[in-house]
């Protein structure tokens, strides 16, 4: 029996988190190290139109009626299904697992939906193009939380540096120079729902101090493309110096995520930030690859829970395996 799998990329924010939901222009990577990775294979002996699924990571293991809709689990597959509009689901078993930390600013939902859209659809004989399924992704997105840029699940299904608008089409970023960026995890989970909520109360309590920051925001990440698509991805240090001075004024970097920042730059990073929604999660330093080595060791001295070194880089379109 053929298995069906595909797997889907973690991604940090390299700049423009929280601003992006403003209309203002961010730049995401994937990362490799971290997947999440579906599999799905035909049930034989399954009643027609009984989906089993194993999510061992979250702990369930049972038919996907189980699972109650507005889950991001059931979301994504039945937004497959609905896009397919099939009569009835093939009998099939459904394996979910990922290596990606959850909600810790690396995108673990969207790589999740991402993975099991892609594998089902291609179980189904329905194979989607990238764009459908980032926009079913993005669907799933929303029963996370409420109103996203769609910049998630947008750097992970086309598995490319992205510069991103919300609500205009994808671009690619050109990469010439590769560049190594150290991620530093507080371990401290922080749900993107609540952080969003957070700063879009103060936006509406005081929004001529919001719009400044959103639009500095926005400077810097077209300035950071700029500077990377002209190969001078190091320059690009002292902008997410100023994107985290950015987001310290917007309330959503934390102690444990300024004392991370803080050790990263005393070790000789170029930059650093936090990465994603912030209270928590992940922070992001730039280095050159020599220093990668004393980065890591300050930042798990100074209490990161993990810490992943990327290369950032142009990478090829994500196809199932
Ligand atoms: O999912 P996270 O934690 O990487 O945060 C997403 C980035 C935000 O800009 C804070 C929200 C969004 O939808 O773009």
């Not at 189980?66 to 039945?78: F, K, M, Q, R």
């Not at 947008?154 to 598995?159: A, E, I, L, N, S």
């Not at 190594?180 to 507080?186: E, K, N, P, S, Y």
């Not at 001529?208 to 698509?229: H, N, S, T």
Request: aromatic share 6%.
């Amino acid at each position: 029996m053929p298995a069906f799998t595909a797997t889907a990329p973690g991604k940090i924010i390299l700049f423009g988190e929280h601003a992006v939901v403003y209309g203002r222009p961010a730049i995401a990577v994937p990362v490799d190290k971290v997947r999440a990775r579906a599999t799905i294979v035909a049930d034989p002996k399954g009643e027609p139109g009984s989906v089993k699924v194993q999510a061992p990571d979250v702990g369930f293991d049972g038919e996907l009626a189980a699972i109650p809709e507005d889950h991001p689990l059931a979301g994504a597959l039945l937004a497959v299904f609905e896009e397919i509009d099939l009569e009835r689901v093939p009998a099939c078993k459904v394996r979910i697992t990922s290596t990606i930390p959850i909600a810790a600013g690396l995108g673990s939902g969207a790589a999740v939906s991402v993975a099991l859209i892609r594998a089902m659809a291609a179980f189904l004989g329905f194979p989607l193009s990238s764009e459908r399924i980032s926009a079913l992704a993005y669907k799933v997105e929303k029963i996370h939380h409420g109103t996203p840029s769609g910049i998630d699940n947008t750097v992970v299904t086309f598995h490319k540096p992205v510069y991103f608008i919300r609500n205009k089409p994808v671009e690619i970023l050109r990469l010439p120079k590769p560049f190594t960026v150290v991620i530093g995890d507080t371990g401290i989970t922080s749900p993107t729902a609540a952080a969003v909520g957070d700063v879009r109360a103060n936006w509406q309590a005081d929004p001529g101090r919001y719009e400044i920051l959103f639009d500095a925001i926005g400077e810097i990440a077209q300035e950071a493309r700029r500077m990377i698509e002209s190969g001078q991805p190091d320059a690009i240090g002292p902008l997410m110096d100023d994107n985290q001075s950015c987001l310290s004024e917007m309330g959503v970097s934390s102690p444990e995520l300024d004392r991370l920042v803080e050790a990263a730059r005393g070790a000789g990073a170029l930059g650093a930030k936090l990465s994603g929604a912030g209270r928590g999660g992940n922070m992001i330093a730039l280095t050159s690859a020599q220093k990668a080595d004393d980065l890591e060791r300050s930042l798990y001295e100074q209490g990161a829970k993990m810490v992943i070194t990327t290369l950032v880089r142009e990478v090829g379109e994500f196809h199932n395996d």
